[in-house]
């Protein structure tokens, strides 16, 4: 399939394996340089702008009885960020905005449309929407709500500031969409385009977190990844567990079932899921201080041989079911250090007992039998699809060489997320939803859904710049030009353990669609609420546009203009986004 791309004044010639394909075509006056993550399809037409302002901008809604208040709240959140965002305070239009010697069309109010108001918001949801704007008629249409989200977000994103005065025929700053007619179609490559906060290493205040949620509903991210607690805290207040919170840094730096709620709520309201995540067998010493015995403090993990372990976690996962609808939830289970269980007198009676041996395997099985009894009681307590960290896939099983083949207990629905590359001897992508084995070993019967995070961890500044995070696609850990649709295999990264590049490109579409998305997970060790936006910003925006827009759409150059504007456009808005170099907004 081929395709033709045509930004700022570039022609590019597409090649794509993928039944999605690009379509734009800006006009000459490059109406879509401020659009972020770039829409699949968008055309514009005409020279003569159309023109906003407070008495013009109107929004008019067609949405069934169940949605209308949030629709009006959506609608008028967007229409104040809009008339008080789009224009500098402190520079009113920019010196390089284009001049306008015809009078431009006003813009008529604009029809929003939503199909349906039974789909919930989950990893299925409908995100697609279409808008339409012309002198005559205005209008984003959308299947569900959320897509209406994005609608308004792109819509609001197509105004520019001009200022006032001569040559121009508008008197004084003035709003302006700069085309005649605009047309775009657009849905997402992914569902799961997620950013990850840690609230256990250092607490995160509410007031911050809804902050989070804003940034991300600008960029169309559709997942909070909420790591909740970790070993240095539990911030979580529990009613049915409440001697948990006595594992928090101190009493105010908690999170109440209203803050919960407030948050939940937030992201709602902006078409994101909150995935909560409470971290376990591992990471678990903050546990601890309210439960005493409950962890093996040596170890840092909670105690396979406690009286009641599964009871406790039962009443805790069905409390969380209660605070976080999303139909997902991540239990963790990364780096368990089970070979530290061997010097625990407990831990080693109880496995005895249990007929676990004592070496390699012995302990593996035992990390594999505390994931299928968490995942069991999960689903039994509150009906949750379990996430785990990859290595209840490749390192627990029944091998003493990593990476091992999955445990033959691992939940067939379980969704892994992948955050490590095979050269450190752990399974790929191409491993996970294939099942096709390791390099013809360990074969499985079962292909899993997976997420990605490999090459997106923000708060490694050292390693990964903007244009790097751009530039990593999901789908491979080759180098790949998409223009001649060709990847090539140069181990980076370094050779695996057998001495050789194991190189992926995934394109058999029913793997293709196991790949849920991915995410950008910020972990907490040397980040808080005053240095967590500049640290986080830009990177991931190019993090969203590589979940959102299309595949061929990854060259840095092209991309670095209508990153630097949508930097400014976040600034106006309040959000702090370290620069990309030297300019202004």
């Known amino acids: 399939m081929r395709g033709t791309i045509y930004l700022c004044g570039i022609v590019v010639v597409l090649s794509s394996v993928l039944s999605l394909e690009a379509r734009v075509v800006s006009s000459a006056n490059n109406v879509f340089d401020t659009l972020w993550p770039f829409p699949q399809a968008a055309t514009a037409e005409g020279e003569v702008p159309l023109l906003i302002s407070e008495e013009t901008l109107k929004f008019v809604p067609d949405v069934p009885d169940a949605l209308s208040s949030r629709v009006d709240r959506l609608s008028s959140r967007y229409r104040d960020i809009i008339l008080n965002t789009t224009c500098s305070p402190k520079k009113p239009g920019a010196r390089d905005q284009p001049e306008h010697t015809v009078e431009p069309y006003v813009m008529p109010p604009v029809h929003l449309t939503v199909a349906s108001d039974t789909m919930p918001l989950g990893p299925g949801t409908d995100e697609s929407y279409t808008l339409s704007l012309s002198p005559e008629n205005a209008s984003i249409s959308a299947r569900t709500y959320t897509g209406l989200v994005h609608g308004l977000e792109i819509f609001s994103q197509l105004m520019i500031c001009i200022p006032a005065g001569p040559p121009t025929k508008i008197f004084g700053d003035a709003l302006v969409i700069n085309a005649t007619r605009i047309s775009i179609e657009d849905f997402p490559r992914f569902t799961h385009r997620a950013i990850m906060i840690d609230t256990a290493r250092h607490f995160l205040p509410v007031t911050h977190i809804l902050k989070v949620l804003d940034a991300m509903s600008y960029a169309h991210f559709s997942v909070l990844h909420w790591h909740i607690t970790d070993a240095q805290s539990f911030p979580l207040v529990l009613s049915s567990l409440p001697n948990l919170t006595r594992g928090a840094y101190t009493a105010q730096d908690v999170y109440t079932t209203a803050d919960v709620h407030a948050i939940v709520t937030h992201a709602f309201d902006r078409g994101i899921r909150v995935i909560p995540e409470i971290d376990q067998p591992g990471h678990a010493a903050s546990w601890e201080a309210g439960y005493p015995g409950l962890t093996v403090p040596e170890c840092g993990t909670l105690n396979p041989a406690y009286p009641g372990l599964f009871s406790l976690l039962a009443d805790m996962f069905r409390e969380l079911g209660d605070m976080f609808p999303d139909s997902m939830f991540h239990i ?254």
């Open 332 to 585: 963790g289970c990364d780096e368990v250090p089970f070979q530290c269980w061997n010097t625990s007198d407990v831990v080693v009676r109880w496995m005895e007992q249990h007929g676990f041996a004592r070496d390699e395997l012995g302990l593996k099985a035992v990390a594999a039998h505390y994931i299928t009894e968490a995942q069991h009681t999960l689903r039994q307590a509150s009906n949750r699809t379990p996430i785990v960290w990859q290595e209840a896939f490749d390192h627990y099983g029944p091998s003493v060489a990593n990476p091992t083949p999955p445990p033959k207990e691992l939940d067939k629905e379980t969704v892994v997320e992948l955050w490590l590359d095979p050269t450190w001897d752990w399974a790929n992508l191409t491993d996970v939803v294939s099942g096709a084995g390791y390099n013809g070993n360990h074969h499985w019967s079962t292909a899993y859904r997976a997420i990605v995070t490999l090459g997106w961890y923000l708060d490694d500044t050292a390693v990964n710049s903007w244009d790097r995070v751009y530039t990593h696609e999901p789908l491979s850990n080759a180098t790949c030009n998409y223009t001649s649709g060709e990847c090539t295999c140069t181990c980076s990264e370094g050779m695996w353990r057998d001495g050789q590049c194991h190189c992926y490109n995934i394109t058999r579409p029913s793997d293709v669609a196991r790949v849920l998305g991915g995410e950008a997970p910020v972990w907490g060790e040397h980040i808080d609420e005053t240095n967590w936006f500049p640290r986080v910003f830009p990177r991931a925006l190019a993090v969203a546009e590589r979940l959102w827009s299309h595949r061929t759409l990854n060259d840095p150059a092209l991309a670095e203009p209508r990153l630097h504007a949508t930097r400014c456009r976040f600034l106006r808005r309040g959000i702090m986004v370290t620069p990309l170099g030297p300019g202004f907004c």
